[in-house]
């Protein structure tokens, strides 16, 4: 937070604030919940997270063990090594400049409601309470696709590794499901009864996705038979989009390059959930420092780490047929039995688990926090900005969190490419909520200048933004296509269909009823925040106000002025 007593108070530099002397931990806390006071919110959550926290949380959730574990198969499929290793590093480059611009929008307004509070402040007075309604719909989508992909897709893996010991097991979707529902309640259950224990948990979490993953990489290639060629690596294509024999891929049908795109996914949707960091702003400490570090740091090191975790497994292929066409039906469980036996693979598959079910856990944590807020401005029923008194969570938030989950997945029961299509739904809806508000900000950055907060990007701060946008819009389009060939109901990518209701019916309610009601955040606050004003300092919204009027007035003045001395003098008879 720094020593800004004012949202006008504005940090050239990326230079970590430094608080005035005298200020303990109970200064640190005042300053946040002044700053929290100035958005119009009193603090109601517990702040006792720090920056370390606040960068597990969202570490956890990118967590790329889970979407490299969860997407293997897909990737092998659509484009194979060359796309997956290749599209890691793209991919990667462009995530981290829609985190930087995050970044900076969070360290202005760090708060839990995050893309759909920052899109109502940046906009201007007229579309604020449209665009906050439109990115808090996009945003609570993602939010729930995000928890359906990293859960189901571990109630899969479970599945899978039941059937290694087990040969007659028979993984249903009916089965699969009823596992996913009983992991949703221990999520649930968890950031239910033991939030005071998710600190714990997070640091738990860290040491597993960093320490324990490295080490499972690093056995993996001391342990390997053979390793694979770089050629193999970077230059293998594959492309496995033909959902039923003697039919084409989409490489033969349309282009290589399709395929290519569609191959994309993997890489977006492990690095996405970084919100989280934004989301938790309210429970940590120097939130308008520490959160947007939490984005950038979580992005840049789940890159460099991502790509080291993809290279071990892809080097460490023994036969590429065998992987793909695993009769486990998971080509990372292949490569570890492969390597380390049925009963090594066992214990590093689970260790991949409890990385997965960690991931969930604090999916589920910023799914809850994110509906807290939203329904806090009355954009879902105020039923749900509830908060326990005894143990200071959200609980009603969180089981509506699990409960959407739970019915986002059902399509899993008549579809095989359902996993497929939560997961682009999480992205799509995810990076348009985070796109939404970098667009306002770059289109009305007057607006965004005044508020800045100490992760201030300068001249640079439009040209990230723009950056930002184009690469949103271009995977918007990109994981709407259908990956399978040829498109069967069975076969469908419903994500178009899922995105589609969203934004039909988050634009349709607004134009028949929200816009006599939702008004956002309160408007005095939004205006605060443009004019530079600290609301809480008594009388100040109206003293700015009352300048702004009076510069205007003066304004007007001197262009009058400066049309009489234009105009030429009269002529006399």
């Not at 960068?55 to 997956?84: D, H």
């Not at 492990?270 to 740091?297: R, Y």
Request: glycine share 10%.
């Amino acid at each position: 937070m720094g020593t800004q007593d004012s949202i006008s108070s504005v940090q050239p530099d990326l230079e970590q604030p430094s608080h005035a002397g005298g200020h303990g931990s109970d200064g640190i806390d005042e300053l946040d919940e002044s700053r929290l006071a100035q958005f119009g919110y009193k603090q109601e959550l517990n702040r006792d997270w720090g920056l370390a926290h606040n960068f597990g949380v969202s570490f956890s959730i990118i967590s790329v063990i889970t979407g490299l574990t969860t997407l293997f198969s897909y990737g092998l499929s659509n484009g194979g090594p060359a796309v997956m290793s290749i599209s890691w590093i793209v991919v990667s480059f462009f995530t981290l400049l829609v985190a930087i611009a995050m970044a900076e929008i969070v360290s202005a307004i760090p708060t839990s409601g995050g893309p759909y509070f920052w899109s109502a402040m940046l906009a201007p007075p007229r579309w604020s309470p449209f665009l906050a309604w439109l990115t808090g719909w996009f945003n609570l989508l993602g939010q729930v696709a995000v928890t359906t992909g990293i859960t189901f897709g571990l109630a899969g893996l479970v599945s899978t590794a039941i059937t290694v010991k087990n040969p007659g097991y028979e993984p249903t979707a009916a089965k699969t499901i009823g596992i996913y529902a009983a992991l949703l309640v221990s999520h649930g259950v968890v950031n239910t009864f033991g939030v005071k224990g998710l600190r714990f948990l997070n640091n738990v979490s860290i040491v597993l996705h960093s320490a324990g993953i490295t080490a499972l990489c690093i056995a993996v290639l001391a342990k390997a038979p053979k390793l694979q060629s770089a050629k193999f690596v970077f230059g293998t294509y594959h492309d496995g989009t033909a959902a039923e024999e003697g039919t084409e891929g989409w490489g033969q049908r349309a282009s290589p390059a399709y395929v290519v795109l569609c191959g994309a996914l993997l890489s977006q949707y492990t690095l996405t959930g970084f919100d989280a960091s934004a989301h938790l702003s309210e429970e940590t400490k120097k939130a308008s420092w520490s959160a947007p570090i939490g984005v950038v740091s979580s992005v840049g090191f789940s890159s460099l780490f991502g790509f080291f975790v993809l290279m071990a497994f892809l080097f460490s292929i023994q036969d590429f047929e065998s992987t793909l066409n695993s009769r486990y039906g998971q080509p990372v469980l292949q490569i570890l039995v492969d390597v380390a036996g049925e009963d090594g693979a066992l214990v590093l598959f689970s260790l991949i688990m409890i990385c997965v079910w960690h991931c969930g856990l604090f999916s589920m944590t910023s799914n809850s926090r994110m509906m807290f807020s939203f329904a806090r401005d009355r954009g879902i029923p105020s039923f749900f900005h509830q908060v326990d008194d005894r143990f200071k969570s959200p609980i009603r938030a969180v089981w509506l969190a699990a409960t959407l989950s739970f019915i986002l997945a059902l399509p899993s029961l008549g579809s095989e490419v359902a996993f497929a299509a939560a997961t682009s739904i999480a992205t799509i809806s995810l990076y348009l909520s985070y796109g939404l508000p970098i667009m306002i900000g770059f289109f009305w950055h007057k607006n965004f200048t005044a508020m800045k907060g100490p992760f201030n990007l300068g001249a640079l701060s439009r040209v990230i933004a723009g950056a930002a946008c184009l690469w949103i819009c271009f995977i918007t389009v990109v994981f709407c296509l259908p990956t399978a060939n040829p498109v069967t109901s069975q076969t469908l990518n419903y994500t178009v269909v899922a995105v589609g209701i969203i934004a039909v019916g988050s634009i349709g309610s607004w134009v028949v009823w929200a816009r006599r009601w939702f008004t956002g955040p309160a408007a005095e606050v939004a205006e605060a925040m443009r004019l530079g004003v600290d609301i809480t300092e008594p009388g100040a919204l109206e003293r700015k106000e009352k300048e702004a009027l009076e510069g205007a007035r003066m304004e007007r003045e001197r262009e009058a002025r400066e049309r009489e001395e234009k105009q030429p003098p009269a002529v006399s008879e």
